[in-house]
Structures are given as C-alpha cells and as structure tokens.
C-alpha cells in the first residue's frame, strides 16, 4: 500500500490532553471498516522519520475524511509534533485504512462489550458511530474508563446515543476524581462491576478492550477469570 496525503481540515481539542485532527485525503480509500487505522509518518527536515498507529474515529461511512483522536504523549516523539506543531491547511503523509482484526462490520443482533480505558475509545467511537448511523440493532455496552470529568471524550455525544438508542448502553468510571458533582463509578472498574455487566447481556458477546497496555492486560485478565472464552475477546494496545 501507498503513502497517502491527508490535509489537514480541522483541529480541536476534547479534553486537556486529547485533540480531534479532521483530513481529508488526496486518494480516497475504497473503503474503512469501523476499527480500522492509519499509520502517520513525520519526516524531519535532516530526513529522519517517525511513523506510528493511529485509529479512526469517524464513522467510516465516508471515505473522504477521516478523525483521529489523539492524546498527548509526554516527551512523545510522534503525537507532541502533532499536538503542538500541526495546524489546519497543513499535509501530511498516512496510510491505510489497515487491520483486519480489531473490526466491527455491522451485523443484526451481534452482542458486543466495549472496555475503553482513555483514548482507546477512539475505534470504538467509529464503531458505535456507524451503529447509530446505520439505526442497527445490535446490543453495545460500553465500559469507559477515564481520569477526571473533564478526560471523557464525547461525553455529551456518548449520553445522546443512550437516549436516542435502547440498544447502546455505557458505564463511566473516573479514576482520579475527587468532585462531588461526579455520581458515577469511581476508581478502576471492579471484578463486581465487571462481572454484573457480564451478566447483563448474552454469554457469546464479543469482548473489545483498546487502551493503555496495563488496561488491557487488566480487564483481559479478569474477564477470563470470570469465565469468558479467549475466542471472544479482541484486544487493541496503545502502548
Ligand atoms: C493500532 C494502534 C492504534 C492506535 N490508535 C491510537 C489513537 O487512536 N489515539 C492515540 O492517542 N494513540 C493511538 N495509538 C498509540 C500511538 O500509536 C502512539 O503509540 C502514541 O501516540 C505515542 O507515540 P509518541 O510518538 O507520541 O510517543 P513515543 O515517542 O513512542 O513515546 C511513548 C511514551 O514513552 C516515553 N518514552 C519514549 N522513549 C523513552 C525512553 N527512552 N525512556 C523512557 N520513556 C520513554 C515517552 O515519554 C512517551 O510518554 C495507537 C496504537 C496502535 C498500535
């Protein structure tokens, strides 16, 4: 595959760590599946190159543009350039869509549960986001884990989907609030809290958990304890 171009359209950020980076590509792909990434490549003016993963966020219906949700490393070498150097009218180098795996295509009565802990929310908002487009009916759940209020992206987005869809549901936890005004879970998700959402949907759903590695291996961890087959689970590491 390609090097592509992206321009970049739009450049906003959701949380004090996070931006939203709209392009629109020079070569539009033929098609993205909800969950699939791009790789972004910066080349230094000596000619020295960084190249890393980045998912789509957008629904993948259209193919023009594309969303990345990306938060800010510290000292890191890709997503700081990103964050502090790129601007709107810029261009710069990704390809893809790529992974076959880490997918959602949409199918009546699928059955999914959605562990995001931070940014790796990202491939599951294209995914959630077709769902609603597509007025499908399979049941999602979402366990979202973030730091504070303030570090939950597309918080009212997210909110709209549980009124306007039935069959989308979401459970927020915040690990590092200390508000009263937050009244939901606090502190990690608990083996408990897992478990009665385990119990709430059918024992064949499908098991997605995208974040920080520790996150991952977290939540993978107890839900195997709990009985859930390896089959079932998808798992997507940001590093
Ligand atoms: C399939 C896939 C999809 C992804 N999607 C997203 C997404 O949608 N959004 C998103 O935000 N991220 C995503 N990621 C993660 C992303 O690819 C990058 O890993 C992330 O942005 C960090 O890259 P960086 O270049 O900024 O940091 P890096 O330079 O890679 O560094 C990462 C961290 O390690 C530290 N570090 C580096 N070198 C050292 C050292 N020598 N000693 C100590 N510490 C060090 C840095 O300070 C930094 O905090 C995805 C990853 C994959 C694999």
């Not at 966020?57 to 969303?67: A, C, D, M, Q």
């Not at 709107?88 to 059955?111: H, R, S």
Request: hydrophobic content about 35%; proline content about 4%.
């Amino acid at each position: 595959m390609n090097w592509n171009i992206g321009n970049i359209e739009s450049i906003f950020s959701i949380s004090p760590r996070v931006k939203v980076f709209k392009l629109k590509l020079k070569n539009n792909p033929k098609k993205i599946i909800a969950g699939q990434y791009f790789d972004i490549r910066l080349t230094a003016e000596n000619g020295f190159q960084a190249q890393r993963s980045y998912s789509i966020s957008s629904s993948p219906k259209n193919l023009k543009f594309i969303e990345f949700t990306i938060s800010k490393s510290p000292n890191g070498e890709v997503s700081e350039y990103l964050h502090n150097n790129l601007q709107i009218g810029d261009k710069i180098e990704v390809k893809g869509p790529l992974g076959n795996y880490f997918n959602w295509i949409p199918t009546n009565n699928d059955q999914i549960i959605f562990f995001a802990g931070g940014t790796g929310i990202s491939p599951f908002m294209s995914m959630i986001r077709h769902k609603i487009e597509t007025q499908n009916n399979s049941k999602f759940k979402l366990m979202f884990s973030s730091r504070t209020i303030k570090d939950i992206l597309f918080f009212d987005e997210l909110n709209k989907y549980t009124i306007l869809d039935p069959s989308f549901d979401m459970k927020i936890t915040l690990t590092r609030e200390k508000s009263s005004l937050w009244k939901g879970l606090t502190g990690r998700f608990s083996i408990n809290e897992i478990e009665k959402s385990l119990h709430n949907i059918d024992k064949n759903s499908v098991n997605y958990i995208c974040g920080p590695t520790n996150f991952v291996e977290k939540i993978s961890s107890i839900i195997l304890d709990l009985g859930v087959n390896y089959d079932l689970i998808k798992t997507e590491r940001f590093g």
